[in-house]
């Protein structure tokens, strides 16, 4: 079974631009959840979505949103960039978004804001 | 706020001998806990996990103890591998209709021959 994909890996972008990031999740997993993670800040919460519904949301600002699929594909979008937000974008998914099921993780995709 | 502390930021352990990670939280709501692993360009990897109602969970060479009257959880690895050298991270969740991760802010274990 193929595991969580995002793309891009890597991502160069400048500050006022804005940013697109995708994962597939593994097949048959309808949740997908993403993380920012951050050398100042750590591994943070930023939404889940259960099929194409955003059911829960972290504390990041409104630039930051995504949305679902049918497929159970995720992207993730944010507006207007800034310097702060250069980090690893992880994304996760899960059967149920429940726990005790096992949330896997993608391989992120770094992003750079200059 | 900081729910979850690893106050241990690393940890060298020699191969063969026991690793001792530790986790320290505040939040007494917490329902399930778990440890996942992360090596550089990857994303992390569940290890092994534990609900509030045990104290203990085992899994190979991995043990969770879990000690809610203290709010600590430990990850013990026994016997220690080189390829166990990673960063490990402690993570929470609040509630079972859930499964956001709040994560603490990991240690990193180097294990030497």
């Known amino acids: 079974k193929a595991g969580v994909t995002q793309t891009p890996r890597y991502l160069i972008k400048t500050r006022g631009q804005q940013v697109t990031l995708s994962c597939s999740p593994i097949s048959g997993h309808r949740s997908v959840s993403w993380y920012q993670q951050t050398p100042g800040q750590g591994l943070q919460f930023l939404f889940e979505?259960?099929?194409?519904?955003?059911?829960n949301k972290g504390n990041f600002p409104g630039r930051f949103s995504g949305r679902q699929f049918s497929n159970s594909r995720s992207e993730m979008n944010v507006s207007t960039l800034e310097l702060g937000d250069s980090a690893l974008y992880l994304c996760a998914s899960s059967f149920r978004g429940r726990a005790p099921d096992t949330q896997y993780f993608g391989p992120g995709t770094r992003l750079t804001v200059l | 706020d900081q729910q979850v502390k690893q106050n241990s930021p690393s940890l060298s352990v020699q191969e063969g001998r026991i690793s001792i990670l530790n986790c320290d939280y505040t939040?007494?709501?917490?329902?399930?806990f778990l440890w996942y692993k992360k090596y550089p360009a990857e994303g992390p990897t569940f290890l092994i996990s534990?609900?509030?109602?045990?104290d203990k969970n085992e899994d190979g060479r991995f043990t969770v103890f879990l000690n809610k009257s203290a709010k600590h959880l430990s990850l013990h690895i026994v016997p220690s591998q080189p390829g166990d050298s990673a960063v490990y991270f402690c993570?929470?969740?609040?509630?079972?209709?859930?499964?956001?991760?709040?994560f603490g802010t990991g240690t990193r274990l180097q294990v030497f021959p």
């Open positions: 979505y259960f099929s194409e519904t955003q059911r």
């Open positions: 993570a929470f969740i609040r509630g079972y209709n859930t499964d956001k991760l709040i």
């Open positions: 939040n007494s709501m917490f329902d399930y």
């Open positions: 534990i609900s509030s109602i045990k």
